[in-house]
């Protein structure tokens, strides 16, 4: 089954205790990216990945690290989580980076950060 | 800038009756647009997207969107609600001067009545 998993699919830690949110899509798709869900605001991109070793800043991308070294993988990294990034965390792929090429989304991990 | 406005948190419809999921957009390039629908604790999925040239853009689940470029607005329809509808709907754009970012809507919550 095409899909793209994220784990873990909850997560409570505590302020600058490291973490990491894994992200893998089994579809080869070339493009994949991290938003942060919030009330009122809709989704915010984080940072985005046009292909290994390819990676640019989103919208909101203090405070994260990303890496994609294999095609497959995405792991977003908090290196010092604070409060704020308390958030739902959506991880997102499609097939290339074309305008006009829709995303698939993995399930979202809850994260709080206390 | 480009930025997507959903102005609507929340439509209400009775089953049967058409509903209209509002959305306007600002990009400064061609406007590459989408809608996404989100069920309780899963991630988001693709419903349509706007292919250049056709104004009204046929979907899954039997919605569709009409674009209309003179008022920058990507509504999203349909003609007959069902209860199972009900979901948070995203408007989202990218644009080829945005880079490769994806702007999304705030998002807006339809709730269809029996």
């Known amino acids: 089954e095409a899909q793209v998993t994220q784990n873990p699919r909850y997560l409570i830690t505590v302020t600058g205790k490291k973490l990491t949110v894994t992200c893998s899509q089994n579809m080869n798709h070339e493009y994949m990216s991290w938003y942060r869900q919030d009330p009122g605001l809709g989704l915010r991109q984080i940072y985005y990945?046009?292909?290994?070793?390819?990676?640019d800043k989103g919208d909101v991308p203090e405070g994260y690290k990303v890496s994609r070294k294999e095609k497959r993988n995405f792991p977003l990294i908090l290196e010092s989580p604070s409060p704020n990034q308390t958030s739902l965390y959506f991880c997102a792929s499609s097939e290339d980076w074309g305008l006009n090429t829709e995303a698939f989304f993995g399930q979202g991990t809850r994260l709080t950060v206390v | 800038a480009q930025s997507v406005a959903q102005p609507e948190d929340q439509v209400n419809v009775a089953e049967g009756n058409p509903l209209t999921v509002k959305c306007t957009y600002s990009?400064?390039?061609?406007?590459?647009l989408f809608w996404y629908v989100q069920y309780p604790n899963r991630g988001l999925q693709f419903l349509l997207k706007y292919i250049t040239g056709d104004n009204l853009v046929k979907g899954s689940y039997g919605f569709e969107a009409e674009f209309n470029k003179s008022q920058t607005s990507f509504h999203l329809k349909k003609p007959s609600a069902l209860v199972s509808d009900s979901a948070l709907y995203f408007c989202?754009?990218?644009?080829?001067?945005?880079?490769?970012?994806?702007?999304f809507g705030a998002g807006t919550r339809l709730f269809v009545k029996a």
């Open positions: 989202a754009v990218r644009a080829n001067t945005g880079g490769f970012k994806t702007i």
């Open positions: 990945s046009m292909n290994v070793e390819v990676t």
């Open positions: 990009v400064s390039g061609n406007p590459y």
